[in-house]
């Protein structure tokens, strides 16, 4: 496995395992972060209050952390994309689960860039 795609797998599990510090261990100070028709922030501090779910409605309705499953790693230069599937809990046990394509641009050996496609599999949340 590349450094890149390493790289992209040590911050898929911060994620997943709720290691805030990790996640931003993997990024540039002035990354930018792109939830692409919700969010973008730029800049590791900014990110924090992202991952460390302390920003918008999205926090609030989430109860867990999400399951991910990642189906391919693609690289070229300096971008790994990693494209899956992903679920998560809501309040009144309603789920939300997505296809998702996310882009990872790299200065160095540092996450400098991450844009975040989702699209909804079915209709609104179940519960």
Known sequence: ?????AIVERYRDGVLSGDHELVLSLVTDDVVW???????VQGKEALRGIVENKEGQAARDVVQRP??????????GDTVVATGRAALALPGGAKAEFLFCDVFTFAGEAISHLESYK???GGPPRG
């Open 67 to 76: 399951t991910i499953t990642v189906d391919r790693l693609i690289e070229e």
């Open 34 to 40: 792109e939830s692409l028709g919700q969010t973008r």
């Open 119 to 121: 699209v909804p599999l």
């Open 1 to 5: 496995m590349s450094k890149h795609k």
